[in-house]
């Protein structure tokens, strides 16, 4: 019965800065590997950031590396992704992801536990 809600996406201008939130719930928050993916319109969803159990260790996609951060607070259950200096290819579906495992994974398939998504749109 894990759950995961994603929060924050809106409309924002080219250049702009979001924060995105996941609150999970019904699990073991502190033990997930978590992952942040995007979908755009009629294409598979891809991976954007990752981050193991503890906070530790982190990995991005090369096109949001150094424009975006993943974090997370294990006593709030909550992930967050700081997204920066943001594009109009940034336009997209975010879902936040649970794995069974602590450790980074890169595969939506290695992800059982999804949110139900938030609308991120760049535009000016």
């Known amino acids: 019965q894990v759950q995961l809600a994603e929060s924050g996406g809106e409309f924002v201008r080219p250049g702009g800065s979001l924060r995105l939130s996941c609150i999970a719930s019904g699990g073991t928050f502190d033990s997930a590997g978590m992952a942040w993916f995007r979908q755009y319109p009629g294409r598979d969803r891809e991976f954007v950031a990752n981050i193991n159990w503890s906070g530790g260790m982190t990995d991005y996609a090369y096109s949001v590396r150094g424009r975006f951060t993943i974090s997370r607070d294990n006593a709030k259950n909550t992930l967050y992704l700081q997204m920066n200096s943001l594009k109009p290819e940034d336009t997209a579906t975010y879902y936040c992801?649970?794995?069974?495992?602590?450790?980074?994974?890169?595969?939506?398939?290695?992800?059982?536990?999804w949110g139900q998504g938030t609308q991120v749109t760049v535009a000016s």
């Open positions: 992801a649970a794995s069974r495992a602590g450790t980074l994974a890169y595969n939506s398939g290695q992800f059982p536990y």
